[in-house]
């Protein structure tokens, strides 16, 4: 042929239109829903401030241990949209940095517990019938056996109470329903045809787990991914709460939760912002997973 | 000799009890040579194909016997090894194409992933740009139209006939020395049937494959293959060359089989065969067919019947020509 020819112009095109075309299809089928548009919007909104809070936030010092008493307890007002707290904090400041310690959490948290459930449940249902999978299973049985609030509570309690451990014991109970999730979705793909017509042509058993089993899957593992995010700062919040996930002075939006409600309801506004914090994302992140939904229900 | 089976066992387990379902079978298939096996639904055909490629579900498993393919013992190899047989040498069509694709990707990148594999088994990289070119030369080879179509389609989009097309291309790609066709028109309707067994036929003699042809439509088989298996209930019951088969069937299965086949020159249809399949958990001891068989003596209840040569190329398992 000798350099690159029409033909071989219009092949790297086509391929490079067959690459558009997918995303297209993609964001197609999630704009169909309004709130699923308005759920990505609020996460980016929200992740733009967590990410720049020291620029967003009007007071940055006012996240950690600022004190000015002449300040304490001022209402909302154009300074202070959200108001003081009884040190004389902005709330609103303290909101701000609270997004970026609940992203960090249900980061760490989803980081662990998906790749880990996710890889035992496919291994688990590729398996079975043999030991591997009564290990996996019976031990994902042991910590959903456990309630899963006093596992954490207890694990909290025993480690150092601060945000990591709080995270840690969140982790430790979560991974089991993702192991759930995919062992039983593996198990009932596992002997269909096209499973077996891969294995007759010779692919190995990474790619029957990794480019089978998994892509199938992957709608409902998302989907689940973006419902549990808004789960994790709820969990978070409520360790926090009762005082054994991040200590103050963190702005974690659980734990402001939890020392501004002891000013209700004189101060309304310090625990009206934090909490209105918490419903928002839990809300996005629960819209957002409609979308995915949405998306993957066309397959 | 490409294929030799003998006396192959395949269990499946249950979690109550295990069934019993192949029971001793034997085939053997020289290079360039078309095999048909024909029985009944639940006979263990697909089960027989299955346990050459090794492809049996994890419940299955095989107590004894022995599958040797090109000199090596199939149930001995390494899975290395096993993988280079599955990618190269041994390609299987599958009954039901929708099934048998994978409904989340595009063909093409089924299609792929398939040729990808085998190239880099024959130590080879390819680019993208091969890989459209290898999958637009087989699509001519099955006599699909319009490649660039049917590679960015979803199985779903592609009617029965060219999903059948695109299972026979996939099998072609690994299919080297021998092709398993398990019942390759089940699913499509008659027209397409005489289409896709003929595609078959002719891409097994142009590319000299030896083929396994499964399959419950007699005729079919009559056309296609050398030499016929008659499979009941896991135990094979007859061999012969195809032509003596259907003339001069010696066991009584087979005569009932062929008898109640309908013809176009006799009036109704056949009489069929009385009685259904045994249960596997709990089969005959002696021959399997003894409870339907209407020559049944003492003998055939107890013990098994050995392989008895009536003919040349002609086996029969039965007490009848003892």
Known sequence: MGGTSIQEVKFIELEKKIKRENWRRIWFRFKKSKLSILGLSMILVLLFTAIFADYVAPYPSHAGLYIAFKNAYKPPSFEHILGTDMYGRDVFSRIVFGFRYAFMMIGLVLSLVVPTGVILGLIAGYYRGTFIETIIVRLSDIFISLPPLVLALSIASILEPNIFNAMMAVSLMWWPWYVKLTYSMTVSLRNEPFILAAESQGASTLHILFKELLPIQLGTILTKVTLDAGWVILIGAAISFVGLGAQPPTPDLGTMVSEYSKYLPEYWWMSLGPAAGIVLIILAFNLLGDGIRDVFAGE | ?322
């Open chain 2, 1 to 322: 000799m490409l294929l030799e089976i003998s006396d192959l066992y395949v269990y499946y387990r249950s979690y109550w009890y295990t069934l019993k379902v192949l029971n001793g079978v034997w085939l053997r298939l020289d290079r360039g040579e078309r095999v048909g096996i024909i029985g009944e639904s639940g006979s263990g055909k697909t089960t027989l194909l299955k346990s050459i490629l090794r492809i049996l579900p994890q419940n299955g498993m095989i107590p004894k016997g022995e599958i040797r393919y090109d000199g090596k013992n199939i149930l001995k190899l390494s899975s290395s090894e096993l993988t280079k047989i599955r990618r190269r040498e041994i390609g299987m069509i599958f009954q039901d194409p929708m099934a048998a694709l994978n409904p989340v990707f595009k063909i093409r990148d089924q299609l792929y992933d398939i040729l990808k594999y085998k190239m880099m088994i024959e130590g080879h990289n390819p680019s993208s740009r091969e890989l459209y070119e290898e999958a637009v030369k087989i699509f001519s080879d099955v006599r699909l139209p319009d490649p660039d179509r049917v590679l960015e389609s979803y199985p779903f989009q592609l009617s029965g006939g060219m999903r059948q097309r695109v299972m026979i291309a996939m099998a072609l790609i690994s299919a080297g020395k021998l092709l398993l066709a398990d019942e390759p028109t089940t699913n499509l309707d008659v027209t397409i049937q005489d289409q896709i067994l003929k595609l078959i036929h002719r891409l097994a003699a142009q590319r000299n494959l030896s083929t396994i042809l499964v399959s419950h439509a007699l005729g079919m088989v009559y056309q296609m293959t050398d030499r016929v298996y008659v499979l009941y209930a896991g135990d094979i019951m007859e061999e012969a060359r195809t032509r003596d088969l259907f003339s001069k069937p010696k066991h009584p299965y087979t005569q009932l089989l062929v008898a109640s086949t309908p013809r176009l020159s006799s009036v109704g249809v056949g009489e069929g065969i009385k009685g259904k399949l045994p249960d596997y958990h709990n089969p005959p001891a002696g021959c399997r067919f003894a409870p339907r068989c209407p020559y049944v003596m003492d003998k055939c209840i107890n013990t098994k019947p050995r392989k008895i040569q009536v003919n040349r190329e002609h086996i029969v398992s039965c007490y009848l020509y003892d």
